[in-house]
């Protein structure tokens, strides 16, 4: 409503007057339409809300029961006759919840099915961290310079040219963003890198999704430095910088909340991919500073979890949902910061 | 420009005086030589100082290779530097020319995948006609054995026929041919009851293991009841119905276009020559039209909301906030919620009502998609409705418009293309979507084609499937990393499909810039 040439108050006194017009069906029809079009802009906020209860509820299910505890251990006679023990999922005492809560935050070792079950974090969140760092180490210094170049240097028509192009990139799927990961940057990788696992490491999970997250960082620092008004741009030529200093030293400083919030949201983008990093990177979960070899990370885990037999009422199917809920979390505090961030910089410029 | 950013005044570009060519060459050689200096000094006592502390006694001449090539290396890198340092002019240039590479380093990323992707494909297409070809030979083979295993049953037959014939002429009285007919033919009645059961338990069983055990429970049945005929002919008829299931399966065509709709339009299978992607295909196309079904309404009526209703105040800029963080919501999350709402809520219950409707099925992961790109679809239409110029709408009021009629009549019209090109890049975005399916459990494995209520399989997930597969096909020797070319195929004709729905959303956004100026 930007373009408006009629003045907010008015135009809100001629929809009051119009209202007034209106025969008492056509209100009522008017009412339910727009009580129609709330409630489809409330479902989105449903949806939040169905998915932080599903997480909650979940997670606190994984963090307060258990089957393997001695508490849980049920005596059956087997066919034979024999007696034996067997684990039933049932809720988990004071004291082995705190330890379990506490655990999982500081724990280093994931083991799920094999005894003794030990619940920590830290490997996930290492491997998770890992690929989504040598990601952002490829796709921010060439997202931005793709950014700046496109912005401020390239003629329309290579402009017309690069961005389809891509676009292009983003639309890949995806799984087959892992068909590329394994069949061509690992054995590239394990040809020139000595060291480097021939089936699954995180380097080449990180190059993939760095690759995938290029155009994201491309494209929204680009909005972000063309609404830096050409105003700046003028003022600093006329003080004879250069291009590149006019990019460097004026146009960037001015866009940087707008780049930093498009690093933020690529790097969470890189967080929750799910497919190229499982293909890539394996599911093993080890706590693995190093890049070439595979470790799985959190959305890894929860995609093998879902997909091997463990069944529900376990705790290791209930683990998936604090997994879940951490990653949720990491995601949404991102993208509050990089909203927040975009507000900033438009807000500047209006 | 009422309140400026906090930029730095570039104070250091004012009174600079460009240095001549000599004074940048010499200051750039000084620098590469100071930091070459001092970067191989640095690394040669470092390494040196930790083969003392470790206890090696420290080589002279490695340590003096290590020196000189960190020297060489760092005295270019800081020559570079050091000439940029000094000209503007170069700065400007380096720039330019990295930004260039940089655009496209994409593009040559594309090139490099695209490059294995094509070159697998071709390989699919090279060996898959030799594989159906060796399997066509295997079955030629079988079929040869079959026919030969159907002589050796007639020959015995004709024998024990003409051994029958000769011992009923030599019989003396009725009471004599009857215990003959009896001890060759047994008990006809009880054969054809045998018979019939065994067909009936043969169709429910499930493998091949299965049905051999069937067989030889009722071979110990038929031999008893069968006579010299059932005895004789028992051990060539378990035979011949092994081999016929297999032997019958027709022979593939093994021409480039017969292999290819083969894997179009074929189920899926276990031998990496015989896949097909026939029920992914189609359970990716049902999803994409439920979700549109589910997503489009939706989306349209909050972004309406959003523009025409509610522009401003608290509870918009809630429900626009959540909308900007669903986005940025990961894909896998998305799942859990559809495996729980969905599954665990509405299917699950259903099922038990119904046999019909199964508890992952396709319409359910339709919607778990819809959930997904919703936030896509309603910023699309938001941007299209935002498009829409105010004097439209003054103009429908003017005539005496309701707030509704004016939304129907006049601005929906008006922002259809851009809803439909957002849509479709919403759909293509879930046909390539793969995390919340599988969390959803599509993982199965569909040999027909599905239905709304029936289970089903998708495209993305048949490749990651493929993905992990050990059993390659070996011709001579070598390994043919089938599986692999498998998904390339796939892979490209997922591709092609997102290619055409995104040629359709170019095509409309052009025309729609054509007809409407505004």
């Known amino acids: 409503m930007a373009t408006s040439t009629v003045p907010p108050e008015v135009e809100a006194q001629a929809k009051v007057l119009l209202h007034g017009s209106l025969s008492a069906g056509q209100r009522l029809r008017e009412k339910i339409i727009e009580s129609i079009l709330a409630g489809c802009g409330l479902f989105s906020i449903a949806i939040t809300i169905g998915i932080a209860a599903v997480l909650i509820f979940g997670a606190f299910e994984f963090f307060t029961y258990d089957e393997h505890k001695d508490y849980n251990q049920v005596e059956f006679k087997t066919a034979d006759g024999k007696i034996q023990s067997r684990g039933v999922y049932g809720p988990m005492k004071a004291a082995d919840i705190w330890q379990r809560v506490s655990y999982f935050f500081t724990g280093t070792e994931w083991t799920g099915n094999i005894e003794p079950h030990k619940y920590g974090i830290l490997p996930l969140l290492v491997g998770t961290v890992m690929v989504a760092l040598l990601a952002a180490l490829l796709a921010m210094p060439i997202g931005l310079t793709t950014a700046i170049y496109l912005s401020e240097y390239a003629a329309p028509r290579v402009r017309a040219i690069a961005k389809p192009i891509l676009e292009l990139l983003a639309g890949i799927p995806t799984v087959v963003y892992g068909y590329f990961a394994v069949t061509t940057v690992t054995p590239f990788l394990a040809e020139w890198i000595p060291g480097v696992d021939n089936n699954n490491n995180m380097l080449s999970g990180g190059i993939v999704v760095g690759i995938m997250i290029i155009p994201m960082v491309a494209s929204l620092s680009e909005d972000a430095l063309r609404a830096v008004p050409r105003s700046l741009r003028e003022g600093a030529i006329a003080l004879g910088a250069n291009k590149f200093e006019t990019s460097i030293k004026v146009v960037l400083p001015a866009a940087l909340s707008g780049v930093i919030a498009s690093f933020i949201l690529a790097i969470s983008r890189a967080i929750g991919e799910t497919m190229a990093v499982t293909l890539a990177c394996g599911s093993r979960p080890v706590l693995e500073w190093d890049p070439r070899q595979g470790a799985a990370t959190m959305t890894s885990f929860i995609a093998q979890v879902t997909q091997g037999d463990a069944p529900q009422g376990t705790t290791i199917f209930a683990s998936l949902f604090a997994v879940a809920l951490l990653l949720f979390a990491m995601t949404l505090l991102m993208n509050f910061a990089a909203q927040a961030l975009l507000r900033r910089y438009r807000q500047v410029y209006q | ?518």
């Not at chain 2, 083979?141 to 020959?155: I, N, P, S, Y």
């Not at chain 2, 599509?442 to 059993?471: D, G, H, K, M």
């Open chain 2, 1 to 518: 420009m009422s309140t400026s950013p906090n930029y730095r005044t570039p104070s250091s570009l004012l009174h600079a005086r460009p240095l001549t060519l000599g004074e940048i060459l010499s200051g750039a050689l000084l620098t590469g030589f100071k930091g070459a200096l001092l970067l191989s000094v640095l690394l040669a006592v470092l390494v040196g100082g930790v083969g003392l502390a470790r206890g090696d006694a420290p080589r002279f001449i490695s340590l003096a290779s290590l020196a000189g090539w960190t020297f060489l290396v760092s005295f270019i890198l800081c020559f570079l530097i050091g000439m940029l340092k000094r000209s503007r002019p170069m700065q400007n240039g380096a720039f330019t020319c990295a930004g260039f590479l940089a655009t496209f380093f994409g593009v040559a990323m594309l090139v490099v995948f695209f490059w294995g992707l094509l070159t697998d494909v071709g390989r699919w297409l090279y060996y898959t006609p030799i594989l159906v070809d060796m399997k066509n030979q295997e079955n030629l083979q079988l079929r040869e054995e079959l026919k030969k295993t159907e002589a050796l049953r007639d020959a015995k037959k004709i024998e024990i026929d003409k051994e029958f014939k000769e011992a009923l002429e030599g019989a003396g009285n009725d009471a004599e041919k009857k215990e003959l007919t009896a001890l060759y033919l047994g008990s006809p009645e009880r054969l054809k009851e045998l018979a019939a059961a065994e067909e009936a338990e043969l169709a429910k069983a499930s493998s091949d293991g299965e049905r051999q055990k069937i067989r030889q429970r009722y071979d110990i049945e038929i031999r008893a009841v069968g006579g010299v005929y059932g005895e004789s002919l028992r051990v060539f008829d378990g035979t011949i119905a092994d081999r016929k299931s297999i032997a019958d399966m027709p022979l593939r065509d093994t021409s480039v276009w017969g292999v290819l709709s083969y894997f179009l339009f074929a189920n899926p299978s276990n031998e990496p020559e015989s896949v097909g992607i026939r029920p992914a295909l189609l359970g990716s196309l049902w999803l994409a039209v439920i979700m549109m079904l589910f997503a489009v309404p939706i989306g349209v009526g909050a972004a309406l909301y959003l523009e025409e209703y509610k522009t401003s105040g608290r509870l918009a800029r809630i429900i626009q906030t959540n909308i900007n963080n669903l986005a940025g919501v990961p894909s896998i999350v998305y799942g859990i919620l559809g495996a729980f709402v969905f599954v665990e809520l509405i299917f699950k219950p259903m099922h038990v009502l119904h046999e019909g409707i199964s508890v992952r099925n396709v319409l359910g992961g339709g919607l778990t998609l819809g959930l997904l790109t919703l936030p896509v679809i309603i910023v699309s239409a938001q941007e299209a409705i935002r498009t829409v110029p105010n004097s439209i709408r003054h103009g429908a009021y003017a005539l005496g418009a309701t707030h509704w009629q004016c939304i129907w009549h006049q601005v929906l019209p008006l922002a259809r293309p851009g809803i439909m090109t957002g849509t479709i890049l919403a759909v293509s975005r879930a046909i390539g979507e793969a995390a919340p399916l599988v969390l959803f459990g599509a993982t199965t494995y569909i040999a027909y084609s599905p239905n709304p209520f029936s289970e089903f399989t998708v495209l993305p997930i048949q490749i990651y499937n493929w993905a992990e597969r050990p059993t390659n096909p070996i011709i001579d020797g070598a390994v043919i990393r089938q599986w692999n070319f498998n998904m390339a195929l796939a892979s490209l004709v997922l591709m092609m499909l997102l290619l055409c729905l995104n040629g359709v959303a170019i095509y409309l956004r052009q025309r729609a810039q054509k007809k409407v100026q505004w």
